[in-house]
């Protein structure tokens, strides 16, 4: 056994570096459905929304060489499918949980269409900061190679955190979240801040879609998307809808994302399948520890139907 | 709650069902593509996207080349699942294009589904890729066709072998099914014939396409100290920029990745359809009867392989190219005994040697000493 | 239209009563053909902009779907397993509950069958069927009533949970396919052991779709029946309509989401054991084909009436028959049918705010 190896230590710093790597688009993805929620409305469509920015992000990195232009026409187009999400909810009758389920169809239908042409082609990946370039193991070096979108990430939930509690907007999402009646006798328009949330979610869901094929794994194809969408929402309600425990709830997630190929390399081959199904069984029994039928979950939007 | 409620005057109302009854009765009179009579229709069915750098591109290269052959016409589907969609896209094919050739390139399409259509239309030829064609059990308008890949795969461990530094080497897999097994194994033979103490690390993912999987699988290898990588997946083109991303080299798999690692490509193994299909058309065009089992390597021009990257050194070209030399005069032989498994079992006993022929190979269920995995 | 008529002094409700039903019954029928028909323009308007004539794709469409009874077989083929995942959508609807496990049930529910199949293959045909049956209505209805559990047990989404169990129960599923309940014979597509031939669900004489087609329409008219015109299915709408009311009038809540859930899942694990036995002989990975995410379209265009299951299953149908002719006849990529199911389905969910706004739906004032 030589000295590169680490044996049975690679595991933990396998999930760690995972943890970092896979979190990201959970974070994004999760920061934008906690705002959505918080206004009340939900927002199941975020697979589509996932998985147009992906291609969205890819196309553009490949047409313009910029992967940053990507980013942002990811969350551009994330934005515009919020808003159809938003406006269509907006009607009388209309059931938000089915809206959510079709733009999951729609949003990842018009991915592959549009996407057909970037299948092959390599486009530019955004950059890694080096932030372990101070460690003289080469795997500790690559699990603390870590992208700026994880930072920002990590600032906007901070932000988000900060702005619920002590800015007027904040208190305004919030109001409307919590009780229609009230923002409305305050003179606020309740349809127009749930459009508004669901949009600026959509362009969060869309960025962290881009981080999937600009980054990690740094390619568009049409499996790149496994459920990460739903699992984001099921991320909220596990955080409490509390921004910074998002992102918390993220990196737990991305390391259980991480486990089943860790173990396999360092020689747990058999039921790997399994392994795989962690984060599934991870969020299921999160969410049946943490909800109850009884009382409303504490923290959350009054006007969600989610929790009705 | 709004009530103001909405009235279309009955005018427009019948207005826009007039407009939809003439859309409708537009209908079977349009066709976009007439096929000449006297050409010979070709359908190709892919599993998956036909662009994926992998298994599927490098069908659909042999079936562009086709396409340009005189008298051919190629008609194509892709992301065609192995259920009874198939059946009916095959018989699509040929009731409403006039097919008489079909290619269903997955493996999975073979049974039943190709057996079903070739009893149901005994006039069309079905070259299925990788089935186990036998003559007692299976119509005679049907057959397969499949390449012994894994003469590249050894080839590709031989290079590995002399570019390793750490002696441990990685093979992303899918499943562990027969033809993904042969080419571990060739792997590892290949790389054990520069050094014995070489071992390959198999992380299996559990399906052909998971690419974020096959990510993780990539760096999780790189972290245990695997500095060379190989795949049997369906689209190696993440693992490949994952390599490359990382630092480490890369062996290519089903088309020519190259142009995706400029610095760890070391080379590949790579598909040559054109061969067989060449082989199915012109027997259509001439009239003859089917080659129900096509088997060919390197010798037969099945396989090939890539160029040599930047970062093989001469020896490792020196030795890759003999024993390649003599795989083409079929002085080679991979599979020998003795040889033991990764559980201590001998597998094939002292003396007997299987040549690529042998279709107990094409049964494989074990991994060679000095593979970590199970299978 | 003016509500001056002059009024009979005896009530004129009872003689008004059939047409009110007659409205109700057109409003629920124009609405969604009419959303269908704007889904159909939009899609046509995008068909234009990408370069390809609109009237030439709705031609191919019909021409591959409906213009031959090759085509209409093919139809009706595809058809045949998203009636019985759209039914394990609109049977827990009817509570209330949006559950879109399909997938999951469907392919346990093969698992099921298979193994079961298996076991009892020396018996005669006839009781391995219903041995199959059996076994992949229990274990898919047993996985959708689980989440149906949670959500009334412990308030868990059951959108959510439903869609986490789907992806757990194709973990499970190809962890036995592969490992403990694998075919040694079956190497280079891993699969359980063979049902044998024998015991193969047939195709319906004269036609090349199988019996599953069957199963599925039976199911329906039967869940039909129960929904609309059992105390039983009264009983389940009114706790979708109002769970309060339904506790106050003390009707048992849980046991009828259950109960509901369990049928739904029944319904999709019937549509795996009908993969396994008319198709496949045995469970594989090619048993995980998406029917339970159509199944979710088809119900949701159908407004969870077990009856309109049937013709939207066969439009549905239809649709995803004629991709393939889009492909081979215009360069279509294969999206393009999930372009125009998408399109479609939102435009028949905003479509639900139009009930009620229709003056000529309205009931006659009196």
Known sequence: MDGTSLGWWGVPIAVLGGAIRVSTPFLFVSLGECLTEKSGRINLGLEGILVMGAMAGYGISYLTGSPWLGVLVAGFAGLLLGLLHGTVCSLPRVNDIAVGIGLMLFGTGFAFFLGKPFVQPKAPTLPALHLGDWASSPQIQAALQINVLFIIGLILALAMSWAFRNTRWGLVVRMVGDSA????????????????????????????GSFLSLYYPGSWNEGLSSGQGLMAVALVIFARWRPLHCFYAALLFGGASALGPALQSVGVSSGYYLFNATPYVLTLGIMIATCSPRRNLAGAPGELSVTR | MSTKL????RRELLKAMAAAGVVAGVGPAVTSRAFAADKVVVGVIYVGPKD???????????????????????????KVPETVDVQKTMASMIEQDGAVLIFPTSFGYFDPHVIKMAEKYPKVRFAHCGGLWNEAKHPKNSGSYFGYIDECQYLNGVVAGYATKSKKLGFIAAKPIPQVLRNINAFTLGAQSVNPAITTQVIFTGDWALPVKEAEAANSMIDQGIDVITMHVDSPKVIVETCERRGIYVCGYHANQAALAPKGYLTGAEWNWLTPYTVHVKAVQEGTPMNNFLRGGLKEGFVKTSA??????????????????????????????????????????GGTAYKQQDVVLEQMNYLVAGVAGKV | MSSSAVLPVTGTRPAAFPSDRLRRAAEAIV?????????MIVFGAFMSMIGKDPLEVYALIYKGAFSSGFAWQNTLQRAAPLILTALCVALPAQTGLILIGGEGALVLGGLAAAVIGHALSGGSPMTVKIGMAMAAMFVGGGWIALAGALRHYRGVNETISSLLLTYIAIALFNHFVEGPLRDPASLNKPSTMPIGDANMVGHIPGMDVHWG??????????????????????????????????????????????????????AAGLAGMAEVAAVHGSANASLIAGYGYAGILVSFIARHNPLAILPVATLLGGIAASGGMLQRRLDLPDATVLVLEGIAFMVILASETLYGRFRMFQPRET
């Open chain 2, 6 to 9: 909405l009235n279309p005057s």
């Open chain 3, 31 to 39: 609405i969604p053909v009419g959303a269908l028909l704007v889904a």
């Open chain 3, 213 to 266: 087609l069957v199963y599925g329409i039976a199911f329906c008219i039967v869940a039909y029946v129960l929904v609309r015109h059992t105390v039983h299915g009264f009983a389940l709408r009114i706790v979708g309509g109002n769970v309060r009311a339904a506790k106050l009038a003390g009707l048992p809540v849980g046991i009828l989401i259950l109960v509901s859930c369990f049928l739904g899942g029944a």
């Open chain 2, 308 to 349: 040599y990257g930047a970062a093989v050194s001469d020896a490792a070209k020196k030795n890759a190219d003999g024993v390649k030399a003599k795989m083409m005069k079929d002085e080679f032989v991979i599979f020998k005994g003795p040889l033991k498994d990764n559980t201590g079992k001998v597998v094939i006993p």
């Open chain 2, 52 to 78: 994926d750098y992998g298994y599927n591109q490098a069908q659909a290269q042999a079936a562009a080349a086709i396409k340009k052959l005189p008298g051919v016409t190629v008609i194509e589907e892709e």
């Open chain 1, 181 to 208: 009646d009230a923002a409305r006798a305050m003179g606020y328009q309740v349809n127009l801040v749930r459009v508004l949330s669901t949009a600026v979610g959509g362009f969060l869901a869309g960025v962290g």
